[in-house]
């Protein structure tokens, strides 16, 4: 079974619009943390935030804003007025203390998201 | 700070080679390093976490004698696919983390793109 499901494969947008990106983890751990990458076209990965399973409060940073609610589990992400820039493929990992302190990072299968001028 | 470069960006080789891609923490010691692969339009999968002075560990699946991975030195990993063939073809990228602490965050490097002719 997947641990970290992104249902959407693919997600387009015209500039402006908001767009909520959507994670589902699974796991028996009860600390764990979660991320969220961005992955541009040109391949790098970009970190955009952790977080750990004690912490349910919402962030937000610019037009980026995460809602982690654990009764759902669930960590989904929301563009506000996105833009052209915004374009990539985004994914959502999961790290689980119960593999032991190596921090490995458990990748979604990533939502590519395109925005339109 | 926190930036992790990879040598090389892109590399072609012939069937039946080898080939060493770097990894490098360049600001930063990096206690434990990781390697993934990312076929096209696919997700990252870990290959195997390398920790500084010992044996790396590699995930089920992952032949441990194709894929040599060298981690010398607190900011340099290295991996060596050995007699390679058209089905590595791939992106091959590190992460670095500063600590042996769960969710600790991992700095990617750029990726390496890997053609097997």
């Known amino acids: 079974a997947q641990k970290v499901t992104q249902a959407q494969t693919e997600i387009s947008v015209v500039e402006k619009e908001d767009v909520t990106l959507d994670c589902v983890y699974e796991?028996?751990?009860?600390?764990?943390?979660l991320f969220w990458y961005k992955q541009p076209p040109s391949g790098e990965l970009v970190f955009l935030i952790r977080r750990n399973s004690f912490d349910e409060q919402n962030e937000i940073s610019g037009r980026y804003s995460w809602n982690f609610q654990k009764s759902t589990s669930s960590f989904n992400f929301t563009i506000t007025a996105s833009q052209v820039v915004d374009s990539a493929v985004y994914f959502c990992a999961l790290s689980e203390v119960s593999r032991g302190s190596q921090g490995n990072l458990i990748f979604g299968k990533g939502t590519k998201l395109s925005v339109k001028p | 700070g926190a930036v992790v470069s990879q040598h090389p960006s892109w590399v072609i080789c012939k069937s039946g080679t080898s080939v060493k891609i770097e990894c490098r923490s360049l600001d930063f010691q990096a206690t434990t390093m990781f390697w993934y692969r990312q076929f096209p339009k696919q997700s990252l999968m870990l290959m195997a976490t390398s920790n500084e002075g010992s044996k790396a560990t590699y995930e089920q699946g992952v032949e441990k004698d194709k894929f040599l991975i060298n981690h010398a030195s607190l900011t340099l990993s290295t991996l060596t696919v050995t007699s390679a063939h058209p089905e590595d073809s791939s992106f091959y990228i590190c992460s670095a983390s500063l600590g042996d602490m769960q969710g600790n965050e991992q700095y990617f490097g750029p990726g390496t793109r890997l053609t097997v002719t």
């Open positions: 796991t028996r751990d009860t600390t764990y943390y």
